[in-house]
Structures are given as structure tokens and as C-alpha cells.
């Protein structure tokens, strides 16, 4: 259990069997009547914001979430393998466990695995990954790094907005968090 008044960003509750993380929090103590802690609350499975608030010291569950390194071994069929770098044991996750996070997933990349209660709730990628550039208009001379963009498909089967010089071939990097390219990559 854990008190209203240790709220912190980051932290994991659990409110009607599904586990919610504190986005903000905000204690209030009002000139008239009780403290009051308010509270922006994320849903670790669905994504869902809501707005809640809790009495100062009113005490709701911790979830005890479990985090693992694992690596992306293979695809098999619709599921994707992954490997425990600590136990060297062999999970299986679908599409959906893994979410909207599994087009910039790729073999022998390292993932962070969350579960509550042995159920996968979200599969954590790098915050920037490097990928091809498998299609694209080709570059023209004379398109410079402040013009417009134009999309690619990367070796991944995502698809993101890049720079007009970009050319098919490339190996460019990604923020994972929000689709954006940034910048080729560097050295070898």
C-alpha cells in the first residue's frame, strides 16, 4: 500500500484490478476544509488519461511491477521471440501485448519487459533506434536540411516523415516516443 501523500511521477498504482501510473500530482491544502492530493493518472495498458482525486494520506495498492531485459530474437508467425538475458529462457508475445511499438522492433534488439502479476503490460523499446531506409523518393540536389520532408518506409515496415535529402539506403535514427527522425547515423 501505498499513501496519496508518496505520490510521485512514475509511481505504480493499482485502482479497480488494472494498474495506473501517476503522471502528475499536485498536493493541495485548501484554507477550508481537508487536504487533497490530485492526481493525472496514465493506464499502463490501454494508454487512457484520467483525472483523480485522493484525500491527503488515503492509501491505494503499489503494483509490484517486474522488469526484464530481453532480446528480440525472431519472428514466428504472428509472434515475435524474445530471450531473457539473465535466464537464457525463450517468451512469446503477440502483436498486441507488444502494441503499437512493434514497427521499429527488430532482431537482436534489447527491450525492457514490464509484467504485473506474470501479465505483459507494455514491452519498453530504446528511446532511438537506427534503421534503413528501404523506399523513398529519391533525393534531389539542392534539398537542404531546412526544407520540407517526404516519407519513408524503413527495414522495420514503419513509415515516418525524414528531410528531402534522404536518400534509400540510408541508416537514419528514430525517437521510438514519437515517430520523429533524428538525424543519420553516425559512424560505423
Partial sequence: MISSNDFRTGVSIVIDGSVWRVVEFLHVKP???????????KSVTSGNTVERT???GETVPQ????KSTMQHTYKDGDEFVFMDMETYEESRLSTKQIGDRVKYLNEGMEVNVIRWNE???EVELPNAVTLEVVETDPGVKGDTATGGTKPA???SGATIMVPLFISQGERIRIDTRD????????GN
Avoid: C, I, P, Q
Fill in 31 to 41: 484554507g477550508k476544509g481537508s487536504a487533497f492530493v490530485r492526481t493525472k493518472l
Fill in 54 to 56: 485522493f484525500r491527503a
Fill in 63 to 66: 503494483a509490484t511491477l517486474e
Fill in 119 to 121: 501479465e505483459v503490460l
Fill in 153 to 155: 518506409k524503413l527495414e
Fill in 179 to 186: 515517430d520523429k527522425y533524428l538525424g543519420r547515423e553516425t
